[in-house]
């Protein structure tokens, strides 16, 4: 895993660990015109489907608590092709039904062309899975590019998925021949499949990465771009690169772009590559939208053309909000959108680990659903009146 995962992975990864039987049909969630997976999780209504840090895909059951494994064989390795976890390559997938569909990449490998030149030679293919019937076909191979390596996000929309291909960074040496290359930098474009035709349509380029590279020269080899999801008929995305620094520390920056699919238009690169806006979209769902900057958080809700700004130290491009019936949460506290009121909240207090506060990741009837980010395996489902007081 690169090292732009492993960070986007300690702040958005609810993962636990747990044995248990495996998913059965009746388990998918229903079937739904829009669904989104960041790479490492899926939440809807009833459930949350999320890797572990074993890289193990699991189900949480928001009516019974009840949590288990993808994988129905008994006592499994999960090592096998014959196994779908392993299939999966530590990559969550998107759920329609009883269906998932994920990408499985090609070995990549550097070869000579016709012309004897080098050339990296790249391709993933898309798969579905019947978790009626465990049996999974393809679809289509897309050459070219690699989509699970960097767990770009996957959005299903109708009969339509969108991805991120991702071209990877390149080493050349002093004739201009290809010698090696790495899973972060490279070129990133938005592609749309069709899953019923498996025709495929690339839009191009996620973000200029010659402009970029003039400012940051570390782009080349860390830039990345991680979709966050649909909002207002608008696909929305996060690019994320590494600053050049005099220490030895890696300091990641961020910027917030969107595809408009209501007249097909690129919107967000920075029109001064010296001042970027630098900010991360930290939450997304049908209701609402939040993007963080340090100290402050904007929020847009559904029907509102002009965002909640709040702020408050607790709001950083790591920060893990969410937002319920006009409640956001984020790290130990509560605030009220209309009001800007804000309370601290004993259960999201982390006793054993005070770096880690418990995250609300889903309300579900009158109660919300409460994960431990920092201990695998915890989940609580709290009623509204309890969390609240």
Known sequence: MNQTCLKIAAVLLLACTFSGCGISASD??????????????ETDADRHYYLTYDGL????????????????????????DDCIMHRLN?????????????????????????????????????????LETGTESKILHLDGCMVAVSRGGLLLDSDTLYFVGNYLSRYYDEN????????????????AANLTSAEVQDFGALFDINALSEYYPQVPNSGEVVMRGLWDNKIYFDVVFVEETSTSDVVYREYVTYYDLSDCTYHGEPENYKQIDYAAIRYASEDYQVICREGEASVYKKGQKQPFILEDACFNLDSFPSV???????????????????????????DQQPDFPKAVVAKYGDSYIISDLGMQGNFEKIPAEQLLK
């Open 28 to 41: 998918a969630n229903s079937s739904k015109d829009t669904a989104f997976s960041n790479g490492f999780y």
């Open 90 to 130: 530590d990559f969550a997938p998107v759920f329609r039904g009883h269906s998932m569909y994920y990408f499985y990449d090609d070995e990549s490998e550097i070869v000579l062309n016709e012309s004897g030149e080098t050339e990296l030679k790249l391709g993933t293919t898309l798969y579905r899975y019947d």
């Open 324 to 350: 319920f019936d006009d409640k956001l949460f984020c790290g130990e506290k509560v605030f009220d959108l209309n009001t800007k009121a804000v309370k601290e909240l004993a259960a999201l207090k982390n």
């Open 57 to 80: 895909l699991e189900l949480l059951d928001f009516e019974t608590m009840h949590q288990a494994l993808l994988c129905t064989k008994p006592n499994c390795s999960h090592t096998g």
């Open 176 to 191: 201009g021949a290809i010698i090696g290359y790495g899973n972060a930098g490279g070129e990133c474009h938005l592609y």
